[in-house]
């Protein structure tokens, strides 16, 4: 059942001045390094001065434990990987992990960040960090932690139901566009119901602990420290929120419960990063601070998402009679010589833009591609051809460009990686609530330009062409 915005406001006040003193109190106790997996780009959305590495080989992870962050973010990219590639990645990167936590002496926290919508491989990824990580360190993982609350996307868990924003009104998670997802889509909004679900009945939805609003609100730190204590044989825990407020009581029970030997897993949106990494909030990001070498070329916007609300945001974004706009035909893509041509009309046609100083909007065709296979892994597959394809007509360009945006998980992951060569950013901060800017290192095609990576699933209908007018001279 859907609920108004303003049920937000029936819960009483949390004295946050005396959370964040507590807080920091445990936090600064915890010497364990955050290694957050991130299986899109869009998960450093809530921070700003943290490194993302974009590979795990031995020198990243250790430069990212030498930092003196409380976290660092490892890049998966695994929301577009087959169950197979999943696997593999994650078996490597906790390999790598622990072989460098032993050489430093310095132990580590897993968290699995992945969509507040709730798609990606779960519970595959955990399991997997599970094993490894019991394997290797020889402790026991006592529980999961599942956190979807993601304020600046309007996402909320209330009463174990997580919901959607959508305009006033607050929509069952299931029943969002984002639950019909062709690879990760899921049928239950109750978070308990989603575990059951997800884990095919192997953790029931009686045994799953829930952390209640009403326990947050009246900051019974005893109440929820006791919960997390009695939580064993790898239970699942949800955490009810809609502030960051609600996140912070949590995270002081939860770094007790930690301290007195409690060991977890979690699964989580951005904000519970932020929060248990100790980040401060800064103000939006301007355009000086973001593009530090000026380019009288333009800047390119490519938008590989699907999903409803980036429709809209494309077709309000075409409003600004200031911006080209280049479609590309993905329907072409199963016929590969055709497919090659319509790319190299599409970047022919973005190179003359740039060069005339004009900012470009490069975007696939709104219809959803599939394999008619019925195979979910033979979509995921086209999808990946597709993303190819619009990563090229970053890393094909000769010109540089004076920003890059890119909208969509996959999308901003494949333009990061393959296009540009980042093989470690600087979170710069956000260009809009959710929206992360990554500043490209000096391995990378281009070189410091400010890279925007917009998530197909946040904002209003017109976030894409506010952050777009904020870049733009």
Sequence with gaps: ????????????????????????????????????????????QTVHDISVYTNWTKDSIAEGFAEENKLFYVLTNSRGFTSAQTEKAHKEIAKVVDEVSKETGKEYIFISRSDSTLRGHYPLETMLLKEEYEKNTGKKIDGEILCPFFKE????????????????????????????DKTFGYTSSNMKEYVEE????????????????????????????????????????????????????????????????????????????????????????????????????????????????????????????????????????KDEEAFEKEVERCLSLEESYLAAGKTVCVYTTRALITADTGDKEDDLRLAVKISDAVQSLVGRLTIVPSFVIAKGGITSSDVGTKALAVQKANVLGQIKPGIPVWQTGEESKFPLTPYVIFPGNVGEVSTLKEAVEVLMK
Excluded: W
């Design 198 to 333: 997800k884990t095919k009945g192997a953790y029931k939805a009686e045994d799953v602990t829930a952390i209640s609003l009403e326990d947050i609100h009246a900051m019974n730190l005893d109440k929820i420290e006791e919960q997390l204590m009695a939580v064993e044989n790898f239970n699942k825990i949800i955490v009810n929120a809609i502030d960051y407020a609600d996140i912070k009581v949590f995270c002081i029970a939860l770094y007790r419960a930690m301290a007195k030997g409690k060991v977890f897993m979690f699964r989580t949106a951005a904000a519970i990063v932020k929060v248990m990494g100790g980040v401060s909030s800064i103000p939006l990001l301007t355009r000086e601070q973001m593009v530090v070498k000026e380019t009288e070329n333009g800047g390119i916007i490519v938008v590989g998402s699907h999903t409803e609300k980036t429709t809209k945001q494309v077709e309000m974004l075409k409003e600004n009679k200031q911006i080209e706009f280049v479609e590309l035909d993905a329907t072409l893509v």
């Design 153 to 180: 996307g309007g996402r909320y868990t209330i009463g174990d139901v997580h919901y959607v924003k959508y305009g006033d009104d607050l929509i069952p998670a299931a029943e969002t566009e984002f639950a019909k």
């Design 1 to 44: 059942m859907a609920l108004k915005m303003d049920v937000l406001d029936t819960y009483q006040p949390i004295d946050e001045a005396l959370a964040d003193t507590l807080l920091a109190e445990e936090i600064e106790k915890n010497n364990k390094k955050i290694v957050v997996l991130d299986d899109d780009p869009t998960g450093v």
